[in-house]
């Protein structure tokens, strides 16, 4: 069964544009989770990100346990990549180079669902 995560972030006003092309320009990271071992503990199934004026929602469904989603996707190079671009635009800095730091981050911005409906099939 999957399960649903997301996070909400302010960058500063004034660069909503250079923030949609980062995002636009990301690359796609690899969606199987790995262990250290090599074996599939997971997988990332859909990725959305919405924005509203300088608010971002990041949002993913994911099969697996989160610490070990946050994990993969903090070794994803086009991750990396696209968070060094959002670093100098964010309102409040955060730290998603230490396991400790992505943490800190997930836990601050993580919101809670308070609905998830499927249609019945």
Do not use: C, W
Request: aromatic share 6%.
């Amino acid at each position: 069964m999957s399960q649903r995560f997301a996070v909400m972030f302010k960058v500063k006003p004034g660069t909503e544009q250079k923030v949609q092309e980062l995002f636009r320009n990301s690359g796609r990271p690899e969606h199987e989770i790995k262990g250290p071992d090599g074996t599939v503990r997971g997988r990332v199934l859909h990725t959305m990100v919405l924005m509203k004026d300088n608010v971002i929602i990041r949002a993913i469904e994911f099969e697996g346990q989160l610490p070990d989603v946050i994990q993969h996707i903090r070794n994803q190079q086009e991750v990396r990549e696209l968070e060094a671009g959002l670093e100098p635009l964010l309102e409040v800095p955060r730290d998603m180079a230490t396991p400790e730091g992505a943490m800190k981050f997930f836990k601050q911005a993580g919101m809670q669902i308070l609905v998830d409906r499927y249609h019945d099939k």
